[in-house]
């Protein structure tokens, strides 16, 4: 049994593209736990971002069913988007519920964060459970793809989740996790 793992070590980084707030890549030179070193590591930077599986009094779950660019046709959605420069991620996520959906819920519960990628950055996704949500005004979301919202019962989500039709794997992670939370 190993009684400590050593951690990778960044010995240089350098940005070799950068599109502003929402990619840059950068080349590291790392160094491995055994010594050797990786010259040319890529890893990317992305704003982190939420995920927000929300759910009415009645029991209904708050979905999309909508386009995304890479994305091969329609997909279901939970609400999600960027996390702001300074913005607390919970924050974050009853900014985008209200802004997408035009829904509030007065119950929060934390899913998680979690790395999108291990080895090459990305973001981190922070996941929550919003429950008692209810309409509270219009939607008034700036996003660039078609969709519709959608009110879905439980064994709808849990059967689309199965047949793989939340086609992004943070959104299936989220209402897999938030579907474990509430089988109690």
Known sequence: MIDELRQWKTLSRKTILDRGKYLTVEEHAIELPDGRVIEHWPWIVTPDFVIVVAITAGGAYVCFRQTKYGVEGTSLAPTGGYIEPGEDPLEAAKRELLEETGYQATE???????????????????????????????????????????????DKVEAALARGEFKALPWAAAVALALLHLKD
């Not at 998680?112 to 949500?133: E, H, I, K, P």
Request: proline share 4%; glycine share 6%.
């Open 108 to 154: 929060w519960i934390d899913l998680g964060a979690y790395v999108v990628d291990a080895n090459r950055g990305v973001a981190t996704a922070y996941l929550y459970l919003a429950r008692d949500a209810r309409p509270v005004a219009a939607p008034d979301a700036d996003d660039l793809e078609d969709q519709q919202l959608l009110l879905l019962g439980r």
